[in-house]
């Protein structure tokens, strides 16, 4: 574990899920406004934002 972060393992995975987050919401805003366009959103924010 401590090797792991003395490398920048964590910092470049959580760049890489950010990435890729964006690329969703991206994506996902192309389509039709809609309430599941938009849950589809939020959920995607929720991952970026939680602790665990």
Known sequence: MFLLFQSDGVQQTSFLARR???????????????????????????????DK
Request: aromatic content about 4%; proline content about 6%; some cysteine.
């Open 20 to 50: 890729y987050c964006q690329e969703a919401i991206r994506q996902v805003s192309l389509l039709r406004p809609s309430p599941e366009r938009d849950a589809l959103i939020r959920l995607t924010e929720l991952v970026l934002r939680r």
